[in-house]
């Protein structure tokens, strides 16, 4: 420990023990706490104590009867257990009695200070940091404290409750791990006292009638083969296996999300997936006695498996599938997926899982979408993948959710109206239609995809929500359309779908509801960027309406609207797709370029998102040489660079330091990529081309926009701009043609606006610059040690432990002055 703090720490245990001073912020306290962690994992503890005595008397206090605060004590016992992890430092303790005082029943255990859900957790957290050697082991069982977290199980505080369960496990463990000459016993019999207590609370809980209890005892097994995997968690799960698998003739079974997480952390355990252990059985068994909820986040968890028996996994994917096989059985769609469930079970089961009410019916069928949305990417998916019977029970379930399908029985009329209008099914089922388009499928079945989509973006009942999800489904199954051999361009039925699409887009885009239009943007933005060469596209859409209606979303009252208006333009413009915008005052008369019109917004716009919009589509335009910055792109580049060096959003000037590098890079070259082990020596530059491309720079002020960007007040803008500069002194770095003496009176007239700039008076512009001044003030920066000083955290001064001390001394000593929170 630093000297200074030292002498600050007595005062502040001082402050601490005194009950009459207003204490600090629980912040402070886990500062605190972290840098004494600090301290003891890099030295000794018991060291620590004797040079600072004023610590042992702060544990000493605390015991004492006052009114002290919770979060006091409870940060004491935290300390304390920090401070006895180290085996000689915990005799040290005990020697004084101190510890029995803390953590038995002498200490906050009987007192009224227990009632507080932090003295519990804090009493937790101090004895899960002691329990590392076998003197803790002696200590929790001599003070009772194993029968104290027991009960904490069952805590009323739900963050005490956990901890208690963890804190078992780490027991557990620990008195597993055995003397120093060799492991313990596999016999369950000749395990240590402590194990032996643990393990018979767990089948003590598990024989028990009442559900918490059994669900304590499934948690803390959960953890411990989760977190654990010796050979003895095999013996453990071999000696409790029956009593897990008893639960299963219980009706309902009690505590059916954690018996699934404790069998799912079984089968996961290197070492205890192996068929001696009675592991599948029970899988397999579990999955015929859990409600169907239930049973699907099991069967998910089995199909996720890598090494799984087939039988198992085939029925762990019908029970998967059973509910949208009962979709289609109800609405006469043919047999279930993949004929794994025959017509009988699949009525009994429609009826049983689906039509008791709206809520249960609605949660079924969306969490087995969202399953089977996340098993359709993973390589161990079943296989065949039932596809065709998939895909035809999304687009039935849209079809009953507007009011379209055709129900064959009484279950299928019911279950249509527990159905229609239903949202949530709606975007959980477009959200696994999108994702269906990854494989392929049936023309007769793609079809009706298509049909269903144009439906709902349609439909003028359809939420701004699903709509959104309509277009991201529309445009995954746009993506996967079959091509035509050696044609990049959308076959005839894509294209014919898309010239129904446009009108419908054109509606969509002058929605009232402003979610829409955006939605609606982004759609056409996706499209443009993935067919805008394409001559089929390019001619449905400049047929359509939706290029002027983009253009006329550019001033939007929504700022949201207008950005993705912003970004649709620059996308269509660089395709060629774009209709020269009208004046908004007068439509009729002379037209302006995009180009005006993006600039008139980065200007003027009171929102940040339109701006950020435009600085990204005139960084994309630079970068693809779009046709109307090649014109002037001097001109071009040094507008945008005034502009966005006057902006307030920190993002508009990032951007425009990204723009300034793409224009240096197609000055002066892409930086070179380094190979670690290849010694490149430097390449000097032409002086010719490299003097007139740093004119260039000059004359589009790029350095004046660098060097403010430099002392932005923002830190990711400085950082980009140093990097930027640093790249810049790279490739002028072997530059002999192009040296300016240190001496100059014009690099010194630099030097001192840039430090007038440093200390906050950025008033006075820097006028023309020559290249030879801007090199020789670049190698006169400290640019390395700007980017080092740039990427320390805000407050690396303040985070030191002298000022933390110093900080919570500053503020006890205003708050007992003022009798206020200075805060």
Request: proline share 8%; net charge negative.
């Amino acid at each position: 420990m630093d000297p200074e703090c030292s002498q600050l720490l007595p005062a502040l245990c001082a402050v601490l023990a005194d009950p009459r001073q207003p204490m600090v912020d629980d912040t402070c306290l886990e500062k605190l706490l972290d840098w004494f962690k600090t301290i003891t994992e890099a030295g000794s503890s018991l060291l620590l104590l004797q040079e600072n005595p004023c610590l042992v008397e702060l544990l000493c206090h605390v015991l004492k009867p006052q009114d002290l605060s919770s979060r006091v004590l409870s940060f004491s016992l935290r300390l304390t257990g920090v401070f006895a992890a180290q085996e000689d430092c915990f005799q040290y303790l005990q020697q004084g009695e101190l510890l029995p005082r803390l953590f038995g029943e002498a200490g906050p255990l009987g007192g009224a200070a227990w009632t507080a859900p932090t003295v519990r957790s804090g009493w937790i957290q101090g004895l899960r940091s002691l329990a590392q050697h076998p003197s803790a082991l002696h200590f929790l069982a001599d003070c009772g404290a194993v029968d104290t977290i027991f009960s904490l199980q069952g805590d009323s505080s739900l963050f005490v409750a956990s901890a208690a369960g963890q804190l078992l496990v780490h027991i557990l463990s620990l008195s597993m791990r055995g003397p120093a000459e060799g492991p313990p016993s596999l016999q369950a019999d000749d395990w240590p006292p402590c194990a032996q207590k643990i393990v018979g609370h767990i089948e003590e809980s598990l024989r028990s009638t009442a559900t918490p209890q059994i669900t304590q005892a499934l948690n803390v097994l959960t953890t411990t083969f989760s977190h654990c995997h010796d050979p003895w968690t095999q013996v453990l799960w071999v000696q409790l296996h029956p009593l897990v698998a008893a639960l299963l003739q219980k009706d309902p079974v009690p505590a059916a999300h954690s018996l699934v997480d404790l069998l799912l952390s079984v089968a996961r355990s290197p070492g205890l997936s192996s068929s001696s252990c009675g592991l599948w059985e029970t899988l397999a068994q579990t999955l015929s006695h859990l409600s169907p909820t239930q049973a699907g986040l099991l069967a998910l968890g089995i199909l996720k498996l890598q090494d799984c028996p087939q039988a198992l996994r085939a029925q762990a994917f019908a029970v998967l599938l059973q509910p949208l096989a009962c979709v289609l059985q109800a609405t006469a769609q043919g047999p279930g997926p993949s004929g794994l469930l025959d017509s009988t079970a699949a009525d009994s089961v429609t009826a049983d899982m689906l039509l008791p009410s709206k809520a249960a019916c609605v949660g079924l069928l969306c969490q087995t979408l969202a399953h089977l949305e996340l098993l359709l990417p993973l390589p161990q998916r079943p296989c065949p993948w039932p596809q065709a019977p998939l895909l035809g029970a999304a687009v039935t379930l849209l079809q009953l959710c507007r009011g379209s399908g055709s129900p064959a029985s009484d279950a299928g009329r019911q279950l249509c109206a527990l159905l229609l209008g239903c949202v949530r099914v709606q975007r959980a089922a477009l959200d696994f239609l999108g994702t269906l388009s990854q494989e392929t499928g049936p023309p007769e079945l793609v079809t009706q995809v298509f049909a269903v989509l144009l439906e709902y973006l349609r439909s003028p009942d359809s939420s701004p929500t699903v709509l959104k999800k309509a277009f991201q489904a529309t445009f995954r199954w746009l993506l996967s359309s079959p091509r035509t051999p050696g044609c990049s361009d959308l076959d005839s039925h894509t294209l014919l779908f898309l010239r129904e699409l446009l009108p419908v887009l054109q509606k969509r885009l002058c929605s009232p509801c402003w979610e829409v239009r955006d939605s609606g943007l982004e759609f056409l933005t996706q499209m443009t960027r993935r067919w805008g060469g394409q001559a089929g596209f390019r001619h449905a859409l400049l047929a359509s309406e939706v290029p002027r209606l983009t253009e006329q979303l550019l001033r939007d009252p929504e700022s949201y609207v207008r950005a993705s208006a912003v970004t649709a333009m620059g996308q269509l413009s660089s395709q060629g797709l774009c209709v020269p915008p009208a004046g908004p005052e007068h439509p009729g008369s002379q037209q302006k370029s995009l180009l005006g019109e993006l600039l008139h917004i980065l200007s003027t716009d009171s929102e940040g998102f339109p701006r950020r919009a435009v600085m990204q589509v005139f960084t994309q335009w630079l970068r693809d040489s779009h046709a109307d910055v090649v014109g002037d792109t001097e001109q071009f580049v040094a507008g945008v660079l005034q502009v966005a060096g006057q902006d307030l959003d920190w993002e508009v000037r990032a951007q425009g330091l990204e723009l300034a590098l793409v224009f240096l890079e197609q000055m002066l070259g892409p930086p070179r990529s380094h190979c670690p082990y290849a010694v490149t020596p430097p390449v000097a530059a032409p002086a010719g081309p490299l003097t007139q491309a740093l004119q260039s720079l000059c004359r589009v002020r790029l350095f004046e926009f660098a060097f403010r960007a430099l002392f932005d007040c923002d830190r990711p803008v400085a950082q980009k701009s140093c990097d930027l500069l640093l790249l810049l002194r790279a490739k002028t770095a072997s530059s002999s043609s192009l040296q300016e003496p240190r001496s100059s009176p014009d690099v010194a007239s630099v030097e001192a606006a840039l430090q007038r700039w440093r200390a906050g008076d950025q008033a006075q512009p820097l006028g023309d610059l020559e290249p030879e001044v801007v090199l020789a003030v670049l190698r006169s920066m400290d640019l390395e040690g700007l980017r080092g000083a740039l990427a320390e955290s805000s407050d690396h001064v303040e985070k030191s432990p002298q000022s933390l001390l110093q900080d919570m001394l500053a503020t006890v000593g205003i708050l007992g002055e003022n009798e206020a929170d200075c805060y």
